[in-house]
């Protein structure tokens, strides 16, 4: 691997960068630790060139300033590449240029402003109910069970469950697109394999079908906005529609999947702090933000540089490909006093980027803290001890930062 940028300020600095993993290497996800890889690029070059004979070269930004100039200058770094990095960046990213995620203005807001008004602040409370409805039945029946595996059997099922309506799912179906949601982005590393594409035409599917009825009876959920817009002049395809669809429902689904799961996992790590939650200790609020904080379950996010600019003093040119790590930036130690530490009474704090920025900060940001939240309350008051059974497996990906399996027990007191 290939590591430049900045100046390197430490004798025998230059030897150690040019010794680190590789940022996009699958075992290092797997293994649950590059932080600190992360935590050398912040201090020794933290806007650096990264390329091997496997992987395109690309810049990684790991702090969090210039990252997120980044991520909220469309103007000068674009989304309309992909948003991962590929092993060739030349290679078209599916969908790139069409779904909401990986659009700029005009089209981003063409396709956000007819949907905007269904993740608003007073939407998602409108859901609160059904939240801890959902939240209650599965902890109940996982209970009752004794045992489940905490990643599929409660967290992917919650946000589908919860936002069913919202996301034009019905009861029955929530199951098997959970499971092709987790198996889409289980498999980011291979994008293009039969596996990821599979899963993403099984939702391309559901959505293309929900179209075509939402024509005939239009209802409150995303499609039905989206194509009421259409009908009323706005310049959006039916393809876009469909795809921007797929973006949103694994959205609405991975950050809250991994943000639970690794939330949870961390508490019964830290004794101390899970403790403090279940004596009412900690303000709901305060460890819901320090649990997306800590979790970023969207590791990073790439833009393409649209124009010859300087980034934290680092020349880049148009057309270079920008990584940036926004795990990494939640722990940046110039922002996050005592950045390491998992502390569920940190106060929230306006430079958390788990949702990203700008125009394309996470439509469901207030879901995902609304299900966090709740799930959090609920996990406090249960009835019951929670006991790690396995070892939990780590999704092998330098995509998503979760967790693929989180076996646990339930001991009634």
Same mark, same amino acid.
């Given at each position: 691997?290939?590591?430049?940028?900045?100046?390197?300020?430490?004798?025998?600095?230059?030897?150690m960068?040019?010794?680190?993993?590789?940022?996009?290497?699958?075992?290092?996800?797997?293994?649950?630790?590059?932080?600190?890889?992360?935590?050398?690029?912040?201090?020794?070059?933290?806007?650096?060139?990264?390329?091997?004979?496997?992987q395109?070269?690309?810049?990684?930004?790991?702090?969090?300033?210039?990252?997120?100039?980044?991520?909220t200058?469309?103007?000068?770094?674009?989304?309309?590449?992909?948003?991962?990095?590929?092993p060739?960046?030349?290679?078209?990213?599916?969908?790139?240029?069409?779904?909401l995620?990986?659009?700029?203005?005009?089209?981003?807001?063409?396709?956000?402003?007819?949907?905007?008004?269904?993740?608003?602040?007073?939407?998602?409370?409108?859901?609160?109910?059904?939240?801890?409805?959902?939240?209650?039945?599965?902890l109940?029946?996982?209970v009752?069970?004794?045992?489940?595996?905490?990643?599929?059997?409660?967290?992917?099922?919650?946000?589908?469950?919860?936002?069913?309506?919202?996301?034009?799912?019905?009861?029955?179906?929530?199951?098997?697109?959970?499971?092709?949601?987790?198996?889409?982005?289980?498999?980011?590393?291979?994008?293009?394999?039969?596996?990821?594409?599979?899963?993403?035409?099984?939702?391309?599917?559901?959505?293309?079908?929900?179209?075509?009825?939402?024509?005939?009876?239009?209802?409150?959920?995303?499609?039905?906005?989206?194509?009421?817009?259409?009908?009323?002049?706005?310049?959006i395809?039916?393809?876009?529609?469909?795809?921007s669809?797929?973006?949103?429902?694994?959205?609405?689904?991975?950050?809250?999947?991994?943000?639970?799961?690794?939330?949870?996992?961390?508490?019964?790590?830290?004794?101390?702090?899970?403790?403090a939650?279940?004596?009412?200790?900690?303000?709901?609020?305060?460890?819901?933000?320090?649990?997306?904080?800590?979790?970023?379950?969207?590791?990073?996010?790439?833009?393409?540089?649209k124009?010859?600019?300087?980034?934290? =003093? *680092?020349?880049?040119?148009? +057309?270079?490909? !920008? /990584?940036?790590? @926004?795990? $990494?930036?939640?722990?940046? %130690?110039?922002?996050?006093?005592?950045?390491?530490?998992?502390?569920?009474?940190?106060?929230?704090?306006?430079?958390?980027?788990?949702?990203?920025? =700008? *125009?394309?900060?996470?439509? +469901?940001?207030? !879901? /995902?803290?609304? @299900?966090? $939240?709740?799930?959090?309350? %609920?996990?406090?008051?249960?009835?019951a001890?929670?006991i790690?059974?396995?070892?939990?497996?780590?999704?092998?990906?330098?995509?998503?930062?979760?967790?693929?399996?989180?076996?646990?027990?339930?001991?009634?007191?």
């Amino acid at each position: 691997m290939t590591v430049s940028g900045r100046p390197i300020p430490a004798t025998g600095a230059a030897e150690m960068l040019a010794d680190l993993p590789s940022l996009t290497d699958p075992a290092l996800y797997e293994r649950g630790d590059p932080y600190a890889v992360w935590a050398v690029l912040r201090r020794e070059c933290p806007v650096s060139w990264h390329q091997s004979e496997e992987q395109s070269g690309y810049w990684a930004v790991t702090t969090y300033e210039p990252g997120l100039q980044v991520l909220t200058d469309w103007r000068r770094f674009t989304s309309t590449k992909g948003v991962i990095v590929r092993p060739s960046m030349d290679t078209p990213y599916p969908g790139a240029g069409r779904m909401l995620g990986m659009s700029d203005p005009p089209l981003h807001d063409r396709l956000r402003r007819p949907i905007a008004a269904l993740f608003s602040s007073r939407a998602i409370a409108g859901l609160a109910d059904r939240t801890r409805r959902t939240v209650r039945e599965l902890l109940a029946a996982a209970v009752a069970a004794g045992e489940c595996d905490f990643v599929s059997d409660v967290a992917a099922q919650i946000p589908l469950a919860v936002a069913g309506d919202l996301l034009a799912i019905e009861d029955d179906e929530v199951d098997r697109l959970a499971r092709a949601i987790a198996s889409a982005a289980d498999n980011t590393n291979d994008i293009d394999g039969a596996v990821a594409q599979k899963a993403h035409f099984d939702i391309l599917r559901h959505y293309s079908r929900v179209m075509a009825r939402r024509r005939q009876n239009p209802g409150g959920d995303v499609v039905s906005a989206l194509i009421g817009a259409q009908a009323d002049g706005v310049e959006i395809t039916d393809a876009e529609i469909v795809v921007s669809c797929d973006n949103i429902l694994g959205a609405a689904s991975e950050t809250t999947r991994h943000s639970a799961s690794v939330g949870l996992l961390t508490m019964l790590e830290n004794p101390d702090q899970w403790q403090a939650l279940r004596d009412g200790r900690v303000p709901l609020r305060n460890a819901t933000e320090e649990i997306l904080r800590w979790t970023a379950p969207v590791t990073h996010m790439l833009r393409v540089a649209k124009e010859d600019t300087v980034l934290d =003093g *680092v020349p880049i040119r148009a +057309g270079d490909p !920008l /990584a940036v790590w @926004i795990a $990494s930036m939640n722990r940046d %130690e110039s922002v996050f006093e005592r950045a390491d530490e998992f502390l569920l009474h940190r106060p929230p704090s306006r430079y958390m980027t788990a949702f990203g920025g =700008g *125009v394309h900060y996470c439509l +469901g940001a207030g !879901l /995902a803290r609304l @299900i966090i $939240s709740t799930l959090l309350e %609920e996990l406090a008051t249960l009835d019951a001890e929670i006991i790690v059974t396995g070892t939990p497996r780590r999704i092998a990906s330098p995509v998503v930062g979760g967790l693929a399996t989180l076996p646990v027990e339930f001991r009634r007191r």
